[in-house]
């Protein structure tokens, strides 16, 4: 079993910054693309960022992902936050398993990121 865990999340003022961690963790033998994603109230999930194993992203505008390949971890620096990105976050991992041949798509928990005054 997988199992990915958020941390960061929190309440910030608008233009203010967050950072989101994620780590994953159990039975892993490769992880593959790995990524954020964000639900707001009322509107579907939303990719945010995402990132390959060999580290090219879709990075652009005010959010930065990275990811730590020794430590199993992906991160997202949020920057110059705007009320429109309260949302729960979350994050995404294409896991091949040990034993298995195959990748399978795991996903955290959430963490709530809300932007106001």
């Known amino acids: 079993q997988v199992q990915l865990v958020e941390s960061g999340g929190g309440l910030v003022q608008p233009g203010g910054s967050l950072r989101l961690s994620c780590a994953a963790s159990?039975?892993?033998?490769?992880?593959?693309?790995m990524g954020w994603y964000r639900q707001a109230p009322g509107k579907q999930r939303e990719l945010v960022a995402i990132i390959t194993s060999g580290g090219a992203s879709n990075n652009v505008g005010r959010f930065t992902i990275s990811r730590d390949n020794t430590k199993n971890t992906v991160t997202l620096q949020m920057n110059s936050l705007k009320p429109e990105d309260t949302a729960v976050y979350y994050c995404?991992?294409?896991?091949?398993?040990?034993?298995?041949?195959?990748?399978?798509?795991?996903w955290g928990q959430g963490t709530q990121v809300t932007v106001s005054a």
């Open positions: 159990g039975s892993i033998f490769l992880i593959g693309t």
């Open positions: 995404n991992a294409r896991v091949r398993s040990r034993g298995t041949s195959y990748y399978a798509d795991y």
